[in-house]
């Protein structure tokens, strides 16, 4: 085995750590209006959050189905020891039904509330300009576009997470008799 001394082990450590750093990742988006976010599929599509609002990622866990709540809540999860309802874009949309083998949690959060959705996969994150989001395209339905911010590229469509969360339509407070 090859001796080395301190300072040569020091200085090829550094050396594989500048090539492991993620800077693109780790520094701010370069303008003010580029915003980081999370990327996901369902149903073939992209999607995206502002990555601000996602609290984490995770792999979907066991749903407990609610009674009394519309079809697109999927239910509830437990995610340390915090019971957070999942919300179902797909049946949101109006998407294709299906439910993927390895599907994901994406933890939404906005002050003390928090919405789980379910995403086929989580793509990764990446940077959008909010300056070249585009409007709805004409074939997408009012469910498809009642919580969009618009139309990136690739396409992606850019989800307002904030109005997920307060639109008091998915609200989870329903009573059984």
């Known amino acids: 085995m090859l001796q080395t001394d301190g300072a040569e082990e020091r200085r090829i450590l550094q050396e594989r750590a500048k090539i492991l750093a993620r800077p693109d990742v780790v520094e701010a988006a370069d303008s003010a209006d580029e915003i980081y976010v999370v990327q996901f599929l369902v149903a073939g599509q992209s999607y995206a959050f502002d990555g601000s609002m996602v609290r984490e990622v995770s792999p979907c866990k066991q749903l407990t189905r609610i009674p009394c709540t519309p079809r697109f809540i ?26 993927p083998n390895n599907c994901k949690l994406i933890v939404l959060q906005s002050a003390d509330t928090r919405l789980g959705v379910l995403a086929d996969d989580v793509i990764g994150v990446t940077t959008l300009s909010l300056a070249r989001l585009q409007p709805p395209l004409p074939n997408m339905t009012p469910e498809q576009t009642r919580y969009m ?29």
Request: glycine share 8%; no cysteine.
């Open 74 to 99: 999927a239910g509830v999860v437990n995610v340390r020891s915090e019971i957070i309802p999942v919300l179902d874009i797909r049946n949101l949309f109006q998407l294709p039904a299906g439910w």
């Open 149 to 177: 911010r618009g139309l990136a590229d690739g396409p992606i469509i850019f989800i307002d997470a904030q109005s997920l969360i307060d639109d008091p339509q998915i609200a989870v407070n329903e009573t059984v008799d």
